[in-house]
């Protein structure tokens, strides 16, 4: 697989369990403080993984 396809598939995946770990702090709000917050970290980090994965 290319590394930019890595890449994105690390987004979705990284942002999608972000939101779902801080929605659970943030009593099941998606659009919560905490959401977005962990969303855009765990994006950041699955940015960082497909990368490191796609280079290897």
């Known amino acids: 697989m ?3 396809s890595l890449v994105w598939i690390g987004l979705t995946i990284g942002s999608i369990v972000g ?5 659970l702090l943030d009593s099941g ?3 919560g403080v905490w959401g977005i917050v962990l ?3 765990g994006g950041i980090a699955g940015i ?3 990368y490191k994965i796609g280079n290897n």
């Open 2 to 4: 290319e590394t930019k």
């Open 19 to 23: 939101s779902g770990l801080g929605s």
């Open 29 to 31: 709000n998606y659009f």
């Open 39 to 41: 969303g855009a970290l």
């Open 48 to 50: 960082w993984a497909g």
